[in-house]
């Protein structure tokens, strides 16, 4: 809602507004942009239009009239369909994905060890222990396979959830899946603003 329209502010997602985070964990531009995006006061279309520095409130991409702010963010049909709004979503999921292969590629040198169960080295009478270097036991959930799949879905490259686990048109963002422990894990990526 903008600053003087107080009574459409009911439809308002309550804002977590702290003074530390807005002071600094945010760039001085971030924080203008915050401020100014919660106000409805940033140069969009429709506020020039209103300020009468602009003559035109449409969008240059799909000429929609009376441009705004959720317009340009997120509403724009062309800029959804060349991959403008996918872009900063593909980008989050490609990193989650790389250090997940990280992970998986470091399992490799973990030691299984079963629940409950603790290692006893036995040591005849007499005799010293011979110190050995000691490797990861296994803790996580990617922990329990070896060998782990990756099926990432993005713009570019449409991936389907595995037809051998389950026929379903659902394509979720991240599939991982191990054919030997029957394990599978999904992730489905929202990044709804830059902050988060």
Same mark, same amino acid.
């Given at each position: 809602? !903008? ?17 530390? @985070?807005?002071?600094?964990?945010? *760039? ?17 279309? +429709? ?30 049909? &062309?800029?959804? @369909? !060349? ?11 490609? @990193?989650?994905?790389? *250090?997940? %292969?990280?992970?998986? !590629? ?20 007499? !005799? ?10 296994? /803790?996580?959930?990617?922990? &329990?396979?070896?060998?782990? &799949?990756? &099926?990432?879905? /993005? ?12 026929? /379903? ?11 030997? %422990? +029957?394990?599978?894990?999904?992730? @489905? ?8």
């Amino acid at each position: 809602a !903008q600053q003087s329209k107080w009574l459409e502010w009911d439809n308002l997602i309550n804002l977590d507004m702290k003074w530390q @985070e807005m002071m600094y964990a945010l *760039s001085p531009s971030m924080l203008s942009f915050v401020l100014n995006s919660v106000q409805d006061t940033l140069p969009h279309p +429709r506020n020039l239009r209103r300020w009468k520095l602009d003559v035109e409130a449409a969008c240059s991409l799909c000429g929609w009239k009376h441009v705004g702010l959720v317009h340009i963010l997120c509403g724009c049909k &062309v800029a959804l @369909e !060349q991959g403008r709004i996918s872009y900063r979503h593909d980008s989050i999921l490609k @990193e989650i994905a790389e *250090s997940l %292969t990280k992970k998986i !590629q470091a399992i490799e040198e973990v030691v299984p060890l079963p629940s409950g169960v603790q290692k006893v080295d036995f040591v005849q009478s007499g !005799q010293r222990t011979k110190k050995k270097k000691k490797k990861k036991l296994a /803790t996580g959930l990617l922990d &329990v396979a070896k060998d782990w &799949v990756t &099926v990432m879905d /993005t713009r570019r490259n449409q991936a389907h959830f595995p037809p051998h686990i389950m026929t /379903t048109s659902d394509r979720p963002d991240l599939v991982l899946y191990s054919n030997n %422990t +029957r394990n599978v894990v999904m992730i @489905e990526l929202t990044s709804p603003a830059e902050e988060n």
